[in-house]
């Protein structure tokens, strides 16, 4: 929801340090793989019960989410790219809530589980909508120049993030603050499909 507010804030000094790393001979991939990186040690240091430094490996992770499409730009971008980056996003997101029932899996694993659920049912619908989205050649970068069709949506890049510096910030309501967010997910997918068979009708 406010991912195409914030671009026009992140994207011009993402741009000049993604290429000053260009220069460097620094690819986009290897930047994806680091952000990829650090994301699985936020997921780690989750587990062990290190919410302060988990916030911190989490904040750096997708600033080198947005760092490696800079470098791609400056570089080339290719689909590879694409599609590295966007897997490796789905691990992030997967990641996060998995070591919250690892840590607790007493507590958190009902709720875990829901919320990993509506994010399987919400990428279904954001991967489905991108594939139909490429057949006609549709085009938008109100979420900056991306390998897929990005649509909008209640939640985006930006609440999810917020979401996990929450969950970190205040661990023992994890299971609430979950079943919220799984229900806001379940919307988002209501809305694409809503969207979809609008805009896909034959």
């Known amino acids: 929801m406010f991912d195409r507010h914030l671009r026009p804030l992140i994207d011009p000094p993402l741009n000049m340090i993604g290429g000053q790393l260009a220069r460097t001979g620094l690819t986009a991939n290897a930047v994806t793989l680091i952000g990829l990186a650090f994301g699985l040690a936020g997921a780690g240091a989750i587990v062990l019960g290190q919410f302060y430094l988990a916030i911190a490996l989490i904040l750096a992770s997708r600033v080198a989410d947005g760092l490696d499409g800079a470098v791609a730009r400056a570089h080339g971008v290719t689909d ?12 992030f997101y997967a990641a996060i809530p998995l070591a919250f029932v690892l840590y607790d899996p007493a507590s958190n694993g009902v709720a875990g589980a829901v919320l990993l659920a509506s994010f399987y049912i919400n990428g279904a619908s954001f991967l489905g909508y991108a594939i139909l989205a490429e057949k006609k ?20 890049g930006a609440e999810t993030i917020a979401f996990f510096i929450a969950l970190c910030l205040w661990p023992a309501w994890f299971a609430p603050l979950a079943y919220v967010f799984a229900a806001l997910c379940a919307l988002t997918m209501a809305a694409r499909l809503a969207l979809a068979a609008r805009v896909f009708r034959d």
């Open 80 to 91: 590879f790219g694409g599609y590295l980056d966007i897997t490796s996003d789905f691990v």
């Open 137 to 156: 050649q549709m085009r938008s970068d109100s979420h900056g120049v991306k390998s897929l069709y990005f649509t909008g949506g209640l939640l985006e």
